[in-house]
């Protein structure tokens, strides 16, 4: 797996996969459960992964919807 989207935006997380999903590319978020370690505050970046063969087709949806890849 490869990692496609960091972010401390909850939302922007279910956007992206919602819209992965939707194009039939499974995506795994990780890092979901560390506010438990960080006491809720947000401060830690959750990521989605993608398989690596759906890399290449996620960064071009994230593109297509003004989603950036960066924090």
């Known amino acids: 797996m490869k990692e496609l989207l960091r972010s401390t ?13 939707g194009e039939g590319i499974a995506a795994f978020q990780m890092d979901v459960h560390m506010s438990i ?10 990521r989605l992964m993608v398989r690596d063969a ?6 071009a949806i994230m593109a ?3 989603i950036p890849l960066e924090g």
């Not at 935006?9 to 992206?16: G, H, L, M, S």
């Not at 370690?37 to 959750?46: A, C």
């Not at 759906?54 to 960064?59: G, K, N, P, T």
């Open 9 to 21: 935006d909850p939302t922007r997380i279910a956007f992206a996969t919602v819209l992965l999903q």
């Open 37 to 46: 370690l960080e006491g809720s505050l947000g401060i830690l970046p959750r």
């Open 54 to 59: 759906d890399l290449f087709r996620a960064r």
């Open 64 to 66: 297509d919807n003004d």
